[in-house]
């Protein structure tokens, strides 16, 4: 069976070993290579939803894509002061699709899907958080929700990142996490996996933090306390 190719922004290797992330191309990696053994430990995978021609949900010309990427950028970076390895599977604005070229499917969304479940595969990831942006019909509706695996290890995950960020955004509308049983990457990834839903894009309140560089960084800083928690805890 031909091997799979691996992301073309494999940043793994790089980020192994230094604090700041390097771009990788896959063609300056041998095609062979499994980058477990780049790992003495295992790291945190920081799946940043959407990019490139998918833009997620919008409000205006504000693209759940782009606050993704800002929000996954300052956990990385919040990770790495605290001494955890984290990875990104993306650092711009690119369909992760567009790296998939092993899968023969004409849907560009599963694509995008079995390519993110690729590199959590190839990576001894402890853990799989990515990140997203909420939307609902009631626009009063706000604050953080947490998805998990029907998996025990997901749900104290889940648990702990919800009331992390249930106290930031001091919201009691969304109080306990719920089980993402139709959510592809979930069904499909074999490390404890969430979606972190940040906050609604449709609600005013939330819209107001999701798109503030400062509260970003809180955002980050409680995801951050979230998984410190579940660590201490598992």
């Known amino acids: 069976m031909k091997r799979r190719q691996l992301p073309a922004l494999v940043i793994a290797v790089t980020m192994a070993f230094h604090v700041f992330c390097t771009p990788a191309l896959a063609s300056e990696l041998p095609e062979d290579r499994d980058l477990r053994h780049a790992f003495p430990e295992p790291v945190i995978l ?3 939803g959407h990019g490139g021609i998918d833009g997620g949900t919008s409000y205006g010309d504000i693209l759940e894509k782009d606050i993704n990427l800002a929000i996954g950028r300052r956990l990385y970076m919040v990770l790495r002061s605290h001494g955890y390895r984290a990875i990104l599977n993306r650092t711009d ?3 992760l699709s567009d790296d998939n070229r092993w899968l023969k499917n004409r ?3 599963i ?5 993110r479940k690729e590199l959590s595969e190839h990576i001894p990831a402890s853990l799989v958080v990515s990140i997203h942006v909420n939307w609902g019909r009631n626009k009063l509706k706000r604050g953080p929700l947490v998805l998990h695996q029907n998996e025990g290890r997901s749900a104290l995950l889940a648990h702990s990142l919800q009331r992390s960020l249930g106290q930031l955004y001091n919201s009691n509308s969304l109080k306990y996490p719920e089980l993402g049983k139709p959510f592809y990457l979930l069904n499909h990834i074999d490390s404890p996996a969430v979606i972190v839903e940040a906050g609604f894009l449709s609600n005013a309140e939330d819209r107001a933090m999701l798109t503030n560089h400062q509260e970003q960084q809180k955002i980050a800083e ?3 306390s979230g998984i410190l928690e579940y660590f201490t805890i598992s």
């Open 111 to 115: 694509r995008d899907l079995a390519q």
């Open 93 to 95: 604005d690119y369909a």
């Open 222 to 224: 409680a995801i951050y």
């Open 107 to 109: 849907s560009r969304h």
């Open 46 to 48: 920081i799946d940043v």
